[in-house]
T-cell receptor, first 110, second 115 residues
Framework: SQQGEEDPQALSIQEGENATMNCSYKTSINNLQWYRQNSGRGLVHLILIRSNEREKHSGRLRVTLDTSKKSSSLLITASRAADTASYFCATGNAGNMLTFGGGTRLMVKP | DAGVIQSPRHEVTEMGQEVTLRCKPISGHDYLFWYRQTMMRGLELLIYFNNNVPIDDSGMPEDRFSAKMPNASFSTLKIQPSEPRDSAVYFC?????????????FGNGTRLTVT
């Protein structure tokens, strides 16, 4: 079963614009992670935010976490064509297991 | 570091045949995970190992699926007999300190087609 649900399912923007993806989850978590998947490849880890953190940055990425609303967002600023990929949130809880959402397909048009 | 290595990249087989997928985790990683990805069900955790010991196999669909980790540098996922509904991309991932504390490193997957 999927713990996280991403919104929107698909997003198309122009190069240079910002892209925001949202993730909602159902149960308590220890951390929340975001991954990127290019077509035909494995998932690549982007950022991990712990349950006691509210915001985290990594380069052009900004992740927020609101545990009271059980939601997280991923912001990609100044998007590039190379950012075209699927983005997944994943929640980690007791038991060392990560549960992935259904993903957001991002297309950045040059 | 070569990353997580999976083989084969593609596997096409007929229903009823045995399929073996292979994975070499990153050296020094104590956790190994097998996931399955389909359009309908997304990414599903099948089983994970810690220090070569299976910890949770509740995601394994049925008895036709089995996984082993004979040593720290090798794991297999076997399907016997295979069925068309097993068609999917199977990913292996490893991590240093479990999914709660550290990120997963994924291989590029094995695309399995069962006809």
């Amino acid at each position: 079963s999927q713990q996280g649900e991403e919104d929107p399912q698909a997003l198309s923007i122009q190069e240079g614009e910002n892209a925001t993806m949202n993730c909602s989850y159902k149960t308590s978590i220890n951390n929340l992670q975001w991954y990127r998947q290019n077509s035909g490849r494995g998932l690549v880890h982007l950022i991990l935010i712990r349950s006691n953190e509210r915001e985290k940055h990594s380069g052009r990425l900004r992740v927020t976490l609101d545990t009271s609303k059980k939601s997280s967002s991923l912001l990609i600023t100044a998007s590039r064509a190379a950012d075209t990929a699927s983005y997944f949130c994943a929640t980690g809880n007791a038991g060392n297991m990560l549960t992935f959402g259904g993903g957001t397909r991002l297309m950045v048009k040059p | 570091d070569a990353g997580v290595i999976q083989s084969p990249r593609h596997e096409v087989t007929e229903m009823g045949q045995e399929v073996t997928l292979r994975c070499k985790p990153i050296s020094g990683h104590d956790y190994l995970f097998w996931y399955r990805q389909t359009m309908m069900r997304g990414l599903e955790l099948l089983i994970y190992f810690n220090n070569n010991v299976p910890i949770d196999d509740s995601g394994m669909p049925e008895d036709r699926f089995s996984a082993k980790m004979p040593n720290a540098s090798f794991s297999t996922l076997k399907i016997q007999p295979s069925e068309p509904r097993d068609s999917a991309v199977y990913f292996c991932a490893s991590s240093y300190n479990g999914a709660v504390y550290s990120p997963l490193h994924f291989g590029n997957g094995t695309r399995l087609t069962v006809t």
